[in-house]
T-cell receptor
Framework: AQSVTQPDIHITVSEGASLELRCNYS??????LFWYVQSPGQGLQLLLK??????LVQGIKGFEAEFKRSQSSFNLRKPSVHWSDAAEYFC???????????FGQGTRLTINP | DAGVIQSPRHEVTEMGQEVTLRCKPI?????LFWYRQTMMRGLELLIY????????DSGMPEDRFSAKMPNASFSTLKIQPSEPRDSAVYFC?????????????FGEGSRLTVL
């Protein structure tokens, strides 16, 4: 079945540590790919997106993501997290030929001081 | 500039009552989306509009749910009658262009509790 999967429901890292959040998709053709962040009690904000071209994309707040076609993945990374990065992170796709943004289940990030 | 504005931010109602959620999209945006967020089901697209016309309502759970967009600056999501299982956070989002080309801008959500 077509889907977007975030394998990790909850991740805890220490402030200053590096971060990688995983996202896998299962669609016949490469969809358009997005990462959104949701702070508590807030709506979602776009971090970055990938349509084509360079497979490493830079986003806001120091985040980046790498598209790997062979692994059907679009993992989000940050070299050094800050306490303010604690939030829920959503991977999302727009399948080719579709018009709807489909979200993964989300990964909740906790930052230890 | 004002973002997407939703009201009310919180709504507590009793089962059987009518609920109306409101959304004002960002001026100039031509797409409007209604999403529902729950712990169990995550973020679900309920319906979206393009130029005030409903394009896809396949995510609307049942006939109790209806959405309208009478003009480019206003949309409503109505639940009648409401049930406890409708308790969720409802988000409105708008974009210029479709999701793949246009970034979605989300409101802060309306948290609905049906007792």
């Amino acid at each position: 079945a077509q889907s977007v999967t975030q394998p990790d429901i909850h991740i805890t890292v220490s402030e200053g540590a590096s971060l990688e959040l995983r996202c896998n998709y299962s669609y016949g053709a490469t969809p358009y790919l997005f990462w959104y962040v949701q702070s508590p009690g807030q709506g979602l904000q776009l971090l970055l997106k990938y349509f084509s071209g360079d497979t490493l994309v830079q986003g806001i707040k120091g985040f980046e993501a790498e598209f790997k076609r062979s692994q059907s993945s679009f993992n989000l990374r940050k070299p050094s997290v800050h306490w303010s990065d604690a939030a829920e992170y959503f991977c999302a796709v727009v399948p080719m030929g579709a018009q709807k943004l489909v979200f993964g289940q989300g990964t909740r990030l906790t930052i230890n001081p | 500039d004002a973002g997407v504005i939703q009201s009310p931010r919180h709504e507590v109602t009793e089962m059987g009552q009518e609920v109306t959620l409101r959304c004002k999209p960002i001026s100039g945006h031509d797409y409007l989306f209604w999403y529902r967020q729950t712990m169990m089901r995550g973020l679900e697209l309920l319906i979206y509009f393009n130029n005030n016309v409903p394009i896809d309502d396949s995510g609307m759970p049942e006939d109790r749910f209806s959405a309208k967009m009478p003009n480019a600056s206003f949309s409503t999501l109505k639940i009648q009658p409401s049930e406890p299982r409708d308790s969720a956070v409802y988000f409105c989002a708008s974009s210029y262009g479709r999701g793949k080309g246009g970034e979605l801008f989300f409101g802060e959500g309306s948290r609905l509790t049906v007792l």
